[in-house]
């Protein structure tokens, strides 16, 4: 078999890979720092147990799920009240009850949110504490 | 993958997942109704509307074509088109209130694509703003104009903010939710609260002793647009 302009050809397809994973080789090696959240507000200080709602694993990989699984239940079910896996009850909302805490969204949210390079677009509807508004 | 693995997570999270309950205090209804008294409604007074729009962070816009309202008022001849006449004097000038009639057949829910506007058990009919596409589908089917549309970012026409409510967003659309998040704290509408003449009444309308359904019998009782079969629960009297 033989390749017709085979030195371009080759050379433009090693060019086309190159720049495809420019962003892999590019990056190699590079240590990003892991996003610190910030826990430092006035009522997450004054708590004895500064425990989340539920255990910090499942909040830190499922929180999306459980503030989704809230909203369809008190927006569409009528529902107000969580019960936690420790029988502990709070209100389902995400401004009356998670930002009573984490009142530092920017440092909180943002920093992950940011890592991750995703925007869920809360803060449109919803609004955050009066210290994070510019 | 990611999205196809989701109903399997949550179903394997409801397994474990802790229950739910309705608010301690809330207020339940078979079928929730209002009762507009317009021998008491005084003219000149916005008390409702500046209630609700305050407590629901409704912007005012300042431009009719995109201004954007939960609760209004107008004539006898707007509220009923077509059962007016040339000589009903007492009547022109007295101010109606009018809001979503939170339907029991509702136009809105039938059209709307994602299903973002949906009727509840207790007969209201909600919007859940995450979902809204802002098609406007429903909007073009209300034939009571009760719909507005979020042309343009809420928050900088908001004099002061509740912040115990949100606020929308541009593309959305908007209504009354008969105060479906004050209800679950047990408290009535604010527009019924804010009322000082009593024209506004607020209760069970199937069930036979309540307030809404004593006042029906009290008076001449009008719906708005009755022919068209949307079942309207805001009840006028004339």
Known sequence: MRIYNAPSIIAGLLVLIGLLTFPFWYNAGDVVAAPEPSLDTPVLQGLQDKQCIEPTPYMRSKHMELLRHWRDEVVRKGKAIYVASDGREYEMSLQGTCLDCHSNTDQFCGRCHDYAGVEPGCWTCHLQPEENVP | ?238
Not at chain 2, 50 to 55: G, Q
Not at chain 2, 119 to 125: A, E, F, H, N, Q
């Open chain 2, 1 to 238: 993958m990611g999205v196809g693995l989701l109903p399997l997570t949550d179903v394997l999270a409801q397994g474990a997942r802790p229950q739910v309950l309705p608010g301690r205090e809330a207020l339940s209804a078979a079928r929730w109704a209002m009762v507009f008294d317009s021998r008491r409604c005084r003219e000149g007074c916005q008390d409702c509307i500046l209630a609700c729009h305050r407590v629901h962070n409704v912007p005012d816009i300042g431009d009719v074509e995109e201004e954007v309202k939960w609760i209004w008022t107008t004539s006898y001849e707007g509220a009923f088109p077509g059962r007016q006449h040339d000589y009903i004097d007492g009547l022109r000038s007295k101010p109606f209130v009018v809001l979503c009639n939170h339907c029991a057949n509702p136009s809105c829910v039938r059209v709307c694509p994602t299903r973002a506007t949906f009727k509840r058990s207790d007969g209201i009919v909600m919007m859940d703003y995450h979902r809204c596409i802002g098609c406007r589908y429903c909007m073009a089917a209300c034939p009571y104009g009760a719909r507005s549309f979020n042309f343009r970012d809420p928050r900088p026409y908001l004099d002061e903010v509740n912040p115990d409510y949100p606020t929308r967003e541009k593309g959305v659309v908007e209504k009354c939710n008969f105060c479906a998040e004050r209800l679950a704290a047990g408290i009535p509408p604010a527009c019924v609260e804010a009322c000082r003449d009593g024209a506004l009444a607020f209760g069970d309308i199937e069930d036979p002793g309540s307030e809404v359904r004593k006042l029906l019998n009290s008076g001449h009782v009008l719906r708005r647009k009755p022919e068209l079969g949307t079942g309207p629960q805001v009840y006028y009297i004339v």
